[in-house]
């Protein structure tokens, strides 16, 4: 039996595996559309979705659409299935859903219609529960058919066939405590790939496999009960291959294809301190990531000669020779309104602050067409509220709580709420602002700016994360809310 390292470790040799060398962003291709269906009886769909859309899109350059429905009943008709061509713009369809009550014949011929039409799919755990209708379509696609399960307990996946969805990870995997489905019928358009010891039957049961559905692929796998379980690296490395695998995007050494390669920074951009934070789960499959991790697509400003990339991080810098005598901002091009914003911040040179800048506009200010008018929320030297070309200092330091919880010259974990005329602030785990404007006229829509200070020296400050949510709850999710605003 094969014992594993830490999970951390794993995890990092799960990419080593997974990543191959790495692309130009010339050689990348477009992300994989992958639509993630989820929702039903008995698992822990809130949670799960979070950690596979992370772990497919930590992986390979995948695009996760979630649709999580139906509570935890068990006859519940997911939305999208009901309507002409549902599949349509994505390359995979993931099912992880649980609705076994649903035994309406002609509404699950409409599901399968569209992989019968070459629509690829995999199919997680209790998606071989569902729609029961009494007869073998669903099954038919699935590639196996299971009638329920037996006890909770730990078990060996064995590893038994030799594809490059399997390929290297361990001949003999010990899960955790899980829940082994019985497999009474493998259609002969399956082909196993693991299988486990049954205590209850005394014999092998598949858990791993891959369908020929009228020539559209079909991954499966009935492994993924408990969410403890779907975040092991090697679970995720496993449906990471079965969907690529089936979009026709993994080669035969278990790598993805090179159009779907991440380059490293976008793999470190994937498991950034942003993308770790637990949103609420209304959230989760609204938060976007503002930065790539690869170019400064979505981005604007006077990026010649200040702004760079270096791996997952965005960068600003300058010298003595062109340090900009009015400070300039890489602007997103899309405006934002009420939001949550959660980013990494680092002052590496020079003693002058940085920021974020809020609710305004790009502005030309003595020639620099990048400068922007409006609300700036300042780290790490002097922190607090700016309003930009208007009133000034807004609000300084509130208590000195910023400069306590704040790190001069190393990374910050920041995250702004900004919803309405308050704007709340943490810092490394702490609610270090909380201010209302009085003027609420003044708090528009308009671009995200990240600030390069005028200055007459070499500076440079560092950004990553960027994980932005519109229209989030009214609630900071990485520092203790307060009961009222303050208004210093």
Same mark, same amino acid.
């Given at each position: 039996?094969?014992?594993?390292?830490?999970?951390a470790?794993?995890?990092?040799?799960?990419?080593?595996?997974?990543?191959?060398a790495?692309v130009?962003?010339?050689?990348?291709?477009?992300?994989?559309?992958?639509?993630?269906?989820t929702?039903g !009886?008995c698992?822990?769909?809130?949670?799960?979705?979070?950690?596979?859309?992370?772990?497919?899109s930590?992986?390979?350059?995948?695009?996760?659409?979630?649709?999580?429905?139906? &509570?935890?009943?068990?006859?519940?008709?997911?939305?999208?299935?009901?309507?002409?061509?549902?599949?349509? &713009?994505?390359d995979?369809?993931?099912?992880?859903?649980?609705?076994?009550?649903?035994?309406? =014949?002609?509404?699950?011929?409409?599901?399968?219609?569209?992989?019968?039409?070459?629509v690829?799919?995999v199919?997680?755990?209790c998606?071989?529960? !569902?729609?029961?209708?009494?007869?073998?379509?669903?099954?038919?696609? !699935?590639?196996?058919?299971? =009638? &329920?399960?037996?006890?909770?307990? *730990?078990?060996?996946a064995?590893?038994?066939?030799?594809?490059?969805?399997?390929?290297?990870l =361990?001949?003999e995997?010990?899960?955790?405590?899980e829940?082994?489905?019985?497999?009474?019928?493998?259609?002969?358009?399956?082909t196993p790939?693991?299988?486990?010891m049954?205590?209850?039957?005394?014999?092998?049961?598949t858990?791993?496999?891959?369908?020929?559905y009228?020539?559209?692929?079909?991954?499966?796998?009935?492994?993924?009960?408990?969410?403890?379980?779907?975040?092991?690296? *090697?679970?995720?490395d496993?449906?990471?291959?079965?969907?690529l695998?089936?979009?026709?995007?993994?080669?035969?050494?278990?790598?993805p294809?090179?159009?779907?390669?991440?380059?490293?920074?976008?793999?470190?951009?994937?498991?950034?301190?942003?993308?770790?934070?637990?949103?609420p789960?209304?959230?989760?499959?609204?938060?976007?990531?503002?930065?790539?991790g690869?170019?400064?697509?979505?981005? *604007?400003g006077?990026?010649?000669p200040?702004?760079?990339?270096d791996?997952?991080?965005?960068?600003?810098?300058?010298?003595?020779?062109?340090?900009p005598?009015v400070?300039?901002?890489?602007?997103?091009?899309?405006?934002?309104?009420?939001?949550?914003?959660?980013?990494?911040?680092?002052?590496?040179?020079?003693?002058m602050?940085?920021?974020?800048?809020?609710?305004?506009?790009?502005?030309?200010?003595d020639g620099?067409?990048s400068s922007?008018? &409006?609300?700036?929320?300042?780290?790490p030297s002097?922190?607090?509220?700016?309003?930009?070309y208007?009133?000034?200092?807004?609000?300084?330091?509130?208590?000195?709580k910023?400069?306590?919880?704040?790190?001069?010259?190393?990374?910050?974990?920041m995250?702004?709420?900004?919803?309405?005329?308050?704007?709340?602030?943490a810092v490394?785990?702490q609610?270090?602002?909380?201010?209302?404007? =009085?003027?609420?006229?003044?708090?528009?829509?308009?671009p995200?700016?990240?600030q390069?200070?005028?200055?007459?020296?070499?500076?440079?400050?560092?950004?990553?994360?960027?994980r932005?949510?519109?229209?989030?709850?009214?609630?900071?999710?990485?520092?203790?809310?307060?009961?009222a605003?303050?208004?210093?």
């Amino acid at each position: 039996m094969i014992r594993f390292a830490t999970r951390a470790v794993v995890g990092l040799l799960a990419l080593s595996i997974l990543l191959p060398a790495a692309v130009s962003a010339a050689e990348a291709g477009k992300p994989l559309e992958v639509l993630y269906i989820t929702g039903g !009886c008995c698992h822990d769909y809130d949670g799960q979705k979070k950690v596979i859309s992370e772990g497919l899109s930590s992986r390979a350059r995948m695009k996760v659409t979630v649709v999580h429905e139906g &509570g935890a009943s068990t006859d519940h008709k997911v939305s999208i299935y009901s309507k002409p061509d549902w599949s349509k &713009g994505y390359d995979v369809v993931f099912h992880n859903e649980c609705f076994a009550a649903v035994k309406d =014949p002609e509404f699950v011929k409409g599901i399968v219609a569209e992989h019968k039409k070459g629509v690829p799919a995999v199919l997680m755990h209790c998606a071989m529960h !569902c729609y029961r209708t009494g007869n073998d379509d669903w099954f038919e696609f !699935c590639g196996i058919q299971s =009638p &329920g399960h037996g006890a909770h307990y *730990e078990y060996t996946a064995n590893i038994i066939g030799k594809h490059p969805i399997v390929n290297g990870l =361990p001949k003999e995997w010990k899960l955790p405590k899980e829940e082994l489905y019985f497999c009474d019928k493998l259609f002969p358009t399956a082909t196993p790939l693991a299988e486990a010891m049954s205590r209850e039957r005394k014999s092998n049961q598949t858990v791993v496999w891959t369908n020929d559905y009228h020539k559209t692929r079909v991954f499966g796998t009935t492994i993924g009960h408990y969410t403890e379980t779907v975040r092991m690296p *090697e679970f995720l490395d496993l449906v990471t291959r079965g969907t690529l695998w089936a979009a026709g995007k993994l080669q035969d050494d278990g790598t993805p294809a090179a159009d779907v390669t991440l380059a490293p920074g976008e793999a470190a951009a994937a498991t950034d301190w942003a993308s770790s934070v637990n949103l609420p789960a209304e959230e989760q499959a609204k938060a976007v990531k503002l930065f790539n991790g690869r170019d400064l697509e979505g981005w *604007e400003g006077h990026i010649d000669p200040y702004w760079s990339i270096d791996g997952a991080e965005i960068v600003g810098r300058n010298t003595a020779e062109n340090a900009p005598k009015v400070s300039t901002y890489l602007l997103t091009k899309k405006p934002y309104r009420n939001f949550r914003l959660l980013l990494e911040g680092k002052l590496a040179t020079s003693e002058m602050h940085s920021g974020v800048a809020i609710w305004g506009k790009k502005f030309d200010k003595d020639g620099e067409a990048s400068s922007y008018q &409006g609300h700036l929320v300042m780290f790490p030297s002097g922190w607090g509220l700016y309003d930009l070309y208007r009133r000034n200092g807004i609000s300084g330091d509130q208590d000195g709580k910023a400069k306590k919880a704040g790190k001069q010259h190393d990374w910050n974990q920041m995250e702004i709420l900004a919803i309405g005329n308050r704007i709340r602030f943490a810092v490394n785990g702490q609610e270090v602002l909380d201010w209302t404007d =009085p003027k609420p006229e003044l708090c528009e829509s308009g671009p995200i700016g990240l600030q390069l200070h005028s200055n007459k020296v070499p500076q440079e400050v560092r950004f990553r994360g960027l994980r932005l949510v519109e229209d989030p709850q009214d609630v900071l999710v990485t520092a203790a809310p307060t009961a009222a605003p303050t208004t210093k």
